[in-house]
């Protein structure tokens, strides 16, 4: 079973190193500060000066982080980014700004042509659940992004991290935004444990607000630091340890880096699934600008059971309008 982060802020630093008692612990990266009493207010606030300070030094310059940058992009870039890479969001992300510089802008178009402008993004629902998110942004919140946190959640296809990364990175609040980096980052340096759980636990989340900076300005800067660190150092394989600014205050590291012990853990399949078969229709149909008929989408896959299964899961889905007898389309 893995450990869950039910210790944390406490465990900063406390576990302690492997080996006979009073080993050593891994020696600190050049810069990395070095750990506090374990437990203190003071490891916590090492923490963040550590963390911080590492941002401001290797933080990212992306366009949803620009100075003055509206919180549509932020919620749009928000969008893009679940369980997808930001080389592959940047191009996407600058597109789809360029053509819907606001909700309205968006909420004036059909469905079908944010499905299209999504391309090969990956999980194209998010693209509906986005374009849902902007018409009731305009309807209900005159075209701007509402910057309460219960509203945010009230938004079609808006979820408790999405509402807390926007309410954190665009509004500048006190949020606990809980991505997968961060889960890594803290079951390492506060849990001592190689991965977290494999979904997030409400021991997670009582960590992460406990570990939030007391004003609102930092705790945004920490949530987006933390996250980055998770990103470019504490990744999930080949983490950069050596060079990490957390290296003598993670407890992982004082406890020798324990290996995982969880269930275990799969990488996503995709060659030969239902996913690949939707992706190739939804191919076709964006590239098509209009309604494409049945044969042109059953020469995309060879095996007619699964072709027909992943065509009926993107009609149930919102995705594909069946228009008449053997004709589809994207929603409209």
Not at 166 to 173: I, P, T
């Amino acid at each position: 079973m893995v450990a869950d982060i039910s210790a944390a802020p406490a465990a900063l630093t406390a576990a302690a190193p492997s080996g006979a008692p009073g080993s050593a612990a891994p020696a600190a990266a050049s810069g990395s500060a070095a750990p506090a009493t374990p437990g203190s207010a003071a490891a916590t606030a090492l923490l963040h000066t550590t963390v911080l300070d590492w941002y401001a030094e290797n933080a990212r310059d992306l366009p949803w982080r620009s100075p003055g940058v509206s919180p549509w992009a932020v919620m749009v870039s928000e969008f893009m980014l679940q369980q997808t890479p930001v080389k592959r969001v940047l191009p996407a992300y600058r597109a789809w700004m360029e053509r819907w510089p606001s909700p309205a802008d968006l909420a004036a178009d059909a469905p079908g042509e944010a499905v299209r402008m999504w391309g090969r993004l990956g999980y194209p629902r998010r693209a509906l659940r986005l374009h849902a998110a902007a018409v009731a942004i305009t309807e209900e919140h005159g075209g701007v992004v509402p910057d309460d946190h219960a509203a945010l959640l009230d938004l079609p296809g808006v979820g408790e991290y999405t509402a807390a990364a926007v309410a954190s990175f665009a509004f500048r609040q006190r949020h606990a935004v809980l991505d997968t980096n961060v889960r890594r980052v803290f079951a390492r340096a506060v849990s001592g444990v190689e991965y977290p759980a494999q979904a997030t636990t409400a021991a997670e989340r009582r960590t992460a607000v406990e570990l939030l900076p007391t004003t609102a300005e930092t705790a945004a800067t920490w949530a987006v630091a933390v996250m980055e660190l998770g990103a470019l150092v504490c990744t999930a394989r080949g983490p950069e340890c050596a060079g990490c600014p957390l290296l003598a205050q993670c407890a992982w590291q004082r406890a020798g880096r324990p290996p995982y012990q969880g269930p275990a853990r799969r990488g996503q399949s995709y060659e030969g699934t239902d996913r690949q078969v939707r992706g190739k229709l939804l191919a076709v149909l964006r590239e098509a600008h209009g309604e494409v008929e049945q044969a042109r989408l059953d020469e995309v896959w060879h095996e007619p059971v699964q072709r027909a299964r992943a065509l009926d899961g993107l009609v149930a889905d919102g995705l594909v309008e069946p228009v008449g007898p053997g004709l589809y389309r994207l929603p409209t």
